[in-house]
């Protein structure tokens, strides 16, 4: 659906200025749709229909402007009015004038940008502030003297064609910062709609390079604007304020407003414009700056005067492959329909020179290339790998390839995970730029590995499977072999490339899950992998890397110690060696635990650890827990084990209001609790109601219901279960209580923070140390269940 939009024709990229009548300019704006109800639409219906029309008519010299996002006839229900009044210098009391046009705006709670200036003194304005430059580019006549305000936009037009070889670099360098700070709109799971790359000011930034004559703006372009715009009017109506980030909670309802299947298909519609806008705005920086910024004036002077660029050498890259003018083309006597490698030549010789690919030669591919050979040819697949293997550089041109619907043509897999959403909020990026980013990651470690071109393959493809029905791991491993057979890999290079995406979750999930020291634990995964090393070297790798493209959420210190230590010990399976013993304690835990008493309580911070030690009892595990969600600790993992009868459980936490709390006030509370003396639940249960009325309570998210996970062969002597549910204050408190209320002794237990949502696993045995049989697991479950739903 496409809301309403002001009509305005295109001259020379830019829309023609238009000087409508007061009723005219009203009926236009308040016709867009996504303003009915809204404080701006009020304050509009003012602003036309009274008091402007009675106090600009009188008054000579005088006009009232918009400027920006009102200019342009682009405003959404919470936007400011960029208004600017100007005059002559000749009316004698031209404050009194604008304090009857700016009070009743205010008076209507309405964000204001407002300013008074004579022609002259705005020009000066413009010429020292460039955001002032770019908001003058798209004025537009309210009421008033029309001639003073077509003075000013002509004049201000007139200089910015004038001076912008001065001004283009400042431009770029504005929006390389906000793309430094915000990302990129094309793949963020909750881009920023106006500040990203790809976002609304780099919409207003190709208008700017077109008003200057510098480029024409297609179709593509302006409704990719369109879309964002869209997209951020019923965003605006929605939250009920003026806010530019479209957050997971709120896609589905914009989704509806706007007549889309579901918040999916919105954050794909937001996607895919920014994409164009993005590759739009590199193009045009490409074509009117260069890479060096420096070059700007010379390069502009160039094109003015000659009447074109001048045509600088050609340099051969490879094959059919040259680079000319800073771009990466095709040589002139190249033919892609001859030669279906030609496409991944060109974009590996991009990557490695670290150039574009020209529009033209991506055309030319996009509509001349044969398909390519199945299997592909060995120089095909080589190219591929070695442009995998360019790193962070081979990300322009995977992309470049990906908006000419080349990479589609490769591998069409890759179609359906194309501006893909993920739903797990420890992801940042949409899916197919999660597969770029893992391959880019992996690439780092491609010299470690016996197969680098396997590891770079396999990480583009791993979560190739997601978006389908089923376990994303089991689908996409059968596609994974699919793909890979066509590339002309052999039957046990398609088994490691499929195994990589069966099991790219095995080590991770393992690791922060399972008792490392328990033998079970090494022969699952030992058996999972049909006890292959080179899968083994290969998913190592990959858990890091893919990790790394997931999110700093993803990782840490701590989980890449328990992976590294569940590699090592499978290896030594794999190799027939002895497992490893049991991991010591560190040199500062073993201290702790020396200058412990005998019946002493206490906890120290160690980093971001803080280790509780205590006499071993039943319910410490969940009063220490509780202790550290009274005090504003959230857990993101732990450890818990016994030392000849002292318990040294190892909590990582991080502060949620940023500062941890002193470790004698928190051994105080621990001796408290020990004694009886701190109601914990009561205390937890009050905090959590304050939260409550603090912010919404969307605990009732389907996507976040909680499961309860039995595993009766995966443990030596104990029952392992896992907790998956949604992160809430004191949750492993609750957890934690009900094992101990059912009469099952924890034996340990790992804890693990994904998000808002939780993974924890507890080894679990009967008082007799023995596994639970499953009237045990029933019980606890109704336990767990009611505790959970309180």
């Known amino acids: ?235 605006h109506r929605l939250v009920g304020r003026s806010t530019d980030v479209l957050r997971g909670q709120d896609r589905s309802a914009v989704a509806k407003a706007l007549g889309a299947h579901d918040g ?142 080349l990479l589609s043509r490769l591998i069409p897999e890759w179609e359906h995970v194309r501006f893909r959403a993920q739903h797990n909020p420890v992801h940042r990026f949409t899916v197919d730029r999660h597969l770029v980013e893992t391959a880019v990651a992996v690439e780092q470690s491609a010299r470690d590995v016996a197969r680098p071109d396997l590891l770079l393959i396999g990480a583009l493809l791993h979560d190739i499977g997601k978006g389908r029905e089923g376990d994303h791991s089991a689908v996409g491993a059968v596609l994974a072999r699919a793909i890979a057979a066509r590339m002309g890999f052999d039957r046990h290079d398609c088994d490691l490339i499929s195994g990589m995406a069966a099991h790219h979750l095995l080590l991770p999930d393992t690791a922060t899950r399972r008792d490392l020291d328990d033998p079970s634990t090494v022969a699952l995964v030992v058996s999972a992998i049909s006890g292959s090393r080179d899968l083994l070297d290969l998913l190592y790798p990959l858990s890091v890397a893919d990790a790394a493209a997931t999110g700093p959420a993803a990782w840490s210190d701590w989980k890449g110690s328990l992976v590294a230590s569940l590699v090592r010990r499978c290896r030594a399976a794999i190799g027939g060696d002895e497992l490893p013993r049991a991991e010591p304690l560190d040199a500062q835990l073993h201290q702790l635990v020396a200058r412990t008493a005998p019946g002493e309580s206490r906890v120290v911070q160690l980093g971001s650890d803080m280790i509780v030690l205590a006499p071993d009892a039943p319910g410490l595990l969940s009063r220490a827990a509780g202790l550290l969600a009274l005090h504003s600790l959230d857990v993101q993992s732990a450890d818990v084990r016994t030392i000849d009868g002292l318990a040294v459980n190892r909590f990582t936490v991080t502060p949620r209001f940023g500062e941890f ?57 104990a029952t392992v279960l896992e907790v998956r549910t949604r992160d809430a204050i004191g949750l492993l408190y609750w957890v934690t209580a009900a094992l101990e209320e059912s009469g099952v002794d924890i034996r340990s237990a790992r804890i693990s923070s994904l998000g808002a949502h939780v993974v924890d696993a507890f080894y679990l045995t009967d008082t007799n140390g023995k596994p639970l049989s499953e009237e045990r697991q029933a019980d606890v479950t109704s336990r767990m269940t009611a505790a959970l739903a309180s």
Not at 666 to 688: C, F, N, Y
Not at 691 to 717: H, I, K, M, V
């Open 661 to 717: 709390p002193d470790e004698a006030l928190l051994t105080a509370d621990l001796r408290r609790t020990d004694a009886g003396g701190l109601r914990i639940a009561d205390r937890l249960r009050a905090k959590e109601a304050a939260y409550r009325q603090a912010g919404p309570d969307d605990r009732q998210d389907d996507s976040a219901s909680t499961r309860l996970l039995w595993f009766d062969d995966e443990a030596t002597d």
């Open 264 to 405: 999916d298909a919105v954050l794909r519609m937001v996607n895919e414009a920014a994409r164009t806008l993005g590759y739009a705005t590199d193009a045009a920086w490409r074509r009117v700056v260069g890479s060096n910024p420096s070059e700007t004036r010379s390069r502009f002077r160039r094109r003015r005067s000659s009447g074109g660029p001048e045509l600088p050498l050609r340099t051969p890259l490879a094959q059919d492959v040259v680079a000319q003018g800073g771009e990466v083309v095709l040589a002139r006597d190249a033919d892609p329909w001859a030669d279906p490698a030609l496409v991944l030549r060109v974009a590996r010789a991009a990557a490695e020179s670290d150039l574009p690919i020209s529009g033209y030669a991506l055309a030319r591919l996009a509509t001349e290339s044969s398909p390519m050979p199945e299997p592909w040819p060995a120089a095909a697949r080589g190219e591929f790998v070695a442009l995998l293997g360019s790193g962070r550089r081979a990300v322009a041109s995977l992309e470049a390839l990906d908006q000419h619907g």
């Open 1 to 235: 659906m496409s809301i309403p939009w002001c009509g305005c024709g295109l001259a020379n990229g830019m829309p023609t200025p238009s000087e409508p009548s007061i009723r005219s300019a009203r009926a236009e704006l308040l016709a867009r749709a996504d303003l009915i109800g809204s404080p701006l639409r009020l304050a509009l219906t003012e602003l036309y229909d009274g008091w402007l029309t009675e106090v600009l008519p009188d008054v000579g010299g005088v006009a009232l402007m918009a400027v920006g996002g009102l200019g342009r006839r682009e405003p959404t229900p919470y936007s400011d009015l960029d208004l600017v009044l100007l005059h002559t210098g000749k009316v004698s009391d031209i404050a009194a004038v604008a304090d009857k046009i700016w009070y009743p705006v205010w008076d209507a709670g309405i964000g204001l940008d407002h300013s008074v200036r004579t022609v002259d003194q705005a020009l000066d304005v413009a010429d020292g502030d460039l955001k002032a430059t770019l908001g003058m580019l798209d004025s537009r006549h309210i009421a008033g003297d029309p001639a003073l305000t077509g003075l000013l936009r002509e004049q201000a037009i007139s200089r910015w064609r004038r001076t912008a070889p001065s001004r283009l670099a400042e431009l770029q360098e504005l929006a390389r910062g906000r793309w430094a700070t915000r990302g990129d709109a094309s793949f963020l799971l909750e881009p920023d709609l106006k500040d990203c790359r790809g976002g609304l000011r780099d919409w207003v930034g190709l208008r700017a390079l077109a008003s200057a004559q510098l480029l024409d703006l297609t179709a593509p372009v302006v409704q990719a604007s369109t879309t964002l715009l869209d997209v951020r009017s019923e965003l």
